[in-house]
Structure formats: C-alpha cells, structure tokens
C-alpha cells in the first residue's frame, strides 16, 4: 500500500535540506547553504539520491540530467559551454548576425578564430592600415578555453602577434570609459532557469572591476592598465594603495557605478536597458540546447561600456569566480547566492526526498494516456506539458506531485529508510536485463511505432529522433509526462517576475512568453526585441 500526503502530520517531522558538492567548488556556497540551514551530503551514510542540490564546476554528465528526481537541482544546464567558449560564441554572434541584420548584434567586436581565418584577418589588417586617415586599429588576441586574463596579447603591428593554440582576435576597444583616468569592465551575474522556454534573471547588483594602473595606449603589454581581472590585478603593485577617484583594490558595487553615472547626468536606466538586450541576444544565439529539467546555469557576463557609453559584450563566463578577495565580493556574492536558493523554490515536500507519494513512479508524476484530456484540464494555461509543447518536455523533466500535497502540507509521507530500501531502485545492469528479456516486436509493429507521434508533437524525423532519445524506459512507455518547472509562480503559471535581486528580464512581454513556449521561435522574439529598442529611443534623444 502507497503512503499519501494525508497520512503522516509534518509539525513533528522538520528535516533539512541537503546540498552535494563536487570537489572545488566554491566555499562560500559552502558557507551560504549552511547559514540557511541546510545539511552537506554524506555518500558514506546516505543514498545516492538524497540530496536536493548538487554544485560543481565541471558539466554534469547526460547521465545526472536523465536520472534527475523531483527534490533535486543542478547547477548546469547540459552543453552550456556553446555560449562561454570564445571561439563559440563568436560563430554564434556572427551567424545571429547574418540572419538578423547588424542593428541589433553590433554589441561584439569583429572576431577572426585563428588560425582558420588568418587569411580574412590579414586582408581585414591590410585594409585598415591602408585607410587614409583612420586612426589606428589596436587588436586583442585571447586563448579560446582559457580565462582570468590567461595568455592575453594586445598588439598594434603583426608582427607582435603570436600564439601557439586556437585564438580568437578581435578588435581593442581603445576608447574605453575611463573613471579618474583607469579603465573598468562590469561582471553582469545572470541565471539562466531554462533554455526551453527561455527565461532569464539578472542580478540587480554586480561587480565594477578596475584596472589597477591608469590607461595608457603607449604600453600595451602593461596588464595592470588594460586587464580589469581580479586574478591579476589583486598581485600588482597599486593594488592595496589608495587610487584617487578609484579608492583601495580594485572593484566596485553596480549601486555606487550607478550612483557616479547619475552624478554625471547620465542616463542609467537607459544603460542597464541595452545591456539587457545585449544579454537577450546572446542567449538566444545559442537555442535550443539539449532538453534538460530542474537544473540552472549562472553565467559571468563581461560588458565594457565605451566613452560614448555604448555597452560591448566582451565574453561569457562559466563557472564565474565566487571567491572572497575583498569585502565587496562578500557583498555581492553572498546575498547573489541566497537569491539563487530561493529562486529553486523548493517546497517542504521536497525534504523527504522520496518517491513513494500517490500518483508518483521511480521519481516522475506519470498520467495514463487515456487520461490525457483530464490532466490537461486541470493545468493552468502557463504550464508546459507534452502535450502542449512536446519540443521542450523530456523523460527527463519532473514533477513533484505536489498538486494533492499543495492544500495540505502539513501532513507528508514520512517513510523511513528501512521501508524505502524495500523497494530497491533499479540499475543500469537491471534496466539492460529486462530490455534483453522483452519479446521482439514483429517488424510491421515496428514500423507503426516508429511512425507514431506523441499526441501534439510536430511531425518531423528531427524531432521524432530527439524525443525517441529522450522517451522513458519500455515499462513507461505506456505513460504522458507533465512536469511543472520549479521556477513558475504557484500563483499564475508564470515565470517569477523577481526573487531578491534577482530580476526577470526574459520573457519580457507576453509576445516574448508565447514565442518562447512552443520552442523558440527566434524570429518572433527577434521582432518583440526590435520594438523595446524603438521604444527605448525616443528617451535616448531626450536625453541628448
């Protein structure tokens, strides 16, 4: 008999969340998840599922992703890496940009992948040093994989240009903002909760990163006076002096950049609005990645606003660094991580950590196809199902079954470790075995179930193909998957407009939310973008 939410009262059961981290990871998150009350994984007393978040800096394995149950998070989304290697990323900006015109994706400089376009770089360098007239164009050239300032060449003439692995070289931007006459760079935090749809948070507050010695064109191999990384900067010299305008170290909180700006009489809101949009784009050109549920990604957006206050994405971090140099590193990332926690939105229910709930099966909510119309009924209109947008929704996506535990939370199934370990989970090898042991479909049944769509899908053998590799085990087959992400509102289905400093800023509008939903349908969002930016002109000419 399956125990249901009504039979055990949970004002005598109070359990504590439990985090898992992979060696290396940050200890302040550490340090964060502790001052919340949670507990840290013990894989010595504990099994391998109990636990509700799981951090590390490498990817997850596909594996981890698969097997994810309902009380459980991640802290990667699958194939992120698309967007933070330079190279990568610079292939999927200038694709965006040939499909969607240069208006909207001027925001990254020209980058040439060394060494494949080292032809169209010299014809490029050739041009430039032949215009009559033209100031001289200044280069970059950065490692692909590397970052923290890591092999980092500025250079003017090429013959100064050297390198030994895959490169990218871009323009320098040599007329940056200079504050007291040191250049600065902003590290943009921005959490990512799905790809599919598409929803972004950014954080309110931020770091303003210094160079730690002033600007100056005539020394380009002076790392303290072009490079605002931290890693670097925290060994120089200047570092711990007191820099007039600039103070001691190197950084600042986006509350006091904003506030100097203002000083200034220049128009932040107007500033913030483009560097959402320049985030936006960049996320978009990098759609769909592979399904995946109840995971996250937090990216380290590097923006560097010019002295026409023109904001250039520099690059995208994975993994951006969550250690404690200074005070204002504890300011920002502490409280950017327990907005983090509170935005995974988890429930009481998810402490228990167990499967056995009514209506639930090896950690998913499974409805019969014959119930299909019923289910869909009772779904708000926000709620992704397979049904509705199977090119999002995955075997992998799960669902708490909250839904009879919501009313009444107070009494939760309390079974205890003995009675959970009555029903063994199944293994890899025990899967393979009972595959092995089915009996072998006739050749025309094979053909019919290969040419049979879930209901609602599209009928396209790329998709047929991407849903058969994501289909549950033969014993689930007879099953529709509905999954409610963690990151809706309980109230209207809808993305969390704000947790903390944590803002929603896609989707914007409920043209963006729609086109987003049924995969993404870049080309309608493209258009929604193109109308915020029209929108945010007439202020930018008022300004003037």
Same mark, same amino acid.
């Given at each position: ?109 020209? @980058? ?7 032809? %169209?770089?010299? #014809?490029? +360098?050739? $041009?430039?040093?032949?215009?009559? !007239? *033209? ?89 303290? @006076? ?7 900067? %925290?060994?120089? #010299?200047? +570092?711990? $002096?007191?820099?007039?305008?600039? !103070? *001691? ?296």
């Amino acid at each position: 008999m399956e125990m249901t939410a009504d039979d055990y009262d949970t004002r005598d059961i109070l359990r504590p969340l439990v985090f898992r981290l992979h060696e290396n990871a940050p200890a302040i998150v550490r340090e964060v998840l502790l001052e919340r009350g949670w507990t840290e994984f013990d894989k010595k007393e504990q099994d391998d599922a109990d636990w509700n978040l799981y951090w590390r800096n490498s990817p997850f394995r596909m594996t981890d992703h698969h097997s994810i149950k309902p009380w459980q998070r991640l802290n990667h989304y699958p194939e992120a890496v698309r967007i933070t290697r330079k190279d990568y990323l610079a292939r999927h900006l200038k694709r965006m940009k040939g499909a969607y015109g240069s208006a909207l994706y001027e925001f990254s400089p020209v @980058a040439f992948i060394m060494p494949n376009d080292y032809v %169209k770089f010299i #014809a490029e +360098y050739s $041009k430039e040093r032949q215009s009559v !007239g *033209r100031r001289p164009s200044y280069w970059i050239c950065k490692p692909v994989d590397l970052s923290r300032g890591r092999g980092i060449l500025i250079f003017q003439d090429i013959k100064d240009l050297v390198y030994d692995c895959t490169v990218i070289v871009q323009k320098y931007i040599s007329n940056p903002l200079l504050i007291s006459g040191y250049k600065l760079d902003l590290r943009l935090y921005v959490c990512v909760t799905s790809f599919c749809p598409l929803t972004i948070y950014i954080y309110k507050e931020g770091l303003v990163r210094f160079a730690t010695e002033k600007f100056d064109l005539g020394s380009l191999d002076n790392v303290y @006076a072009h490079l605002t990384n931290t890693s670097i900067n %925290k060994h120089g #010299a200047s +570092y711990k $002096k007191y820099k007039e305008g600039i !103070g *001691r170290g190197c950084k600042w909180t986006f509350s006091k950049f904003r506030s100097y700006l203002r000083m200034f009489g220049v128009d932040d809101v107007l500033l913030w609005q483009k560097i959402n949009n320049i985030v936006i784009l960049t996320l978009l050109a990098v759609t769909p990645l592979p399904v995946a549920s109840n995971c996250f990604e937090l990216f380290g957006f590097d923006i560097l606003i010019d002295d026409k206050f023109k904001p250039w994405l520099l690059e995208v971090n994975y993994n951006p660094a969550l250690c404690l140099d200074c005070s204002i590193d504890d300011t920002v990332k502490r409280k950017l991580l327990h907005d983090i926690v509170e935005l995974l939105n988890y429930k009481q229910i998810d402490t228990f950590r167990q499967n056995r709930v009514a209506g639930t099966k090896a950690g998913r909510r499974w409805v019969p196809w014959s119930t299909t119309g019923k289910s869909a009924s009772r779904e708000g209109p926000g709620l992704p199902t397979c049904r509705k947008v199977a090119k999002c929704t995955s075997a992998s996506s799960v669902q708490p079954a909250l839904q009879a535990a919501r009313g009444s939370t107070r009494k939760v199934a309390n079974l205890t470790k003995k009675t959970a370990r009555a029903h063994p989970r199944k293994t890899l090898t025990s899967q393979l075995r009972e595959r092995m042991n089915m009996p072998k479909i006739p050749s025309q049944a094979k053909a019919e179930a290969k040419n049979k769509q879930l209901p609602g899908a599209e009928h396209s053998p790329r998709r047929s193909a991407q849903l058969s590799h994501w289909l549950p085990t033969p014993d689930f087959s007879n099953y529709e998957l509905i999954t409610r992400p963690y990151f809706l509102s309980d109230k209207d289905q809808r993305p969390i407009a704000r947790v903390g400093d944590l803002i929603l800023i896609f989707p914007f509008n409920e043209a963006a939310l729609q086109a987003s939903r049924d995969g993404t349908d870049v080309k309608s969002i493209i258009k929604e973008i193109n109308k915020l930016v029209s929108q945010q002109l007439p202020s930018k000419q008022q300004n003037r």
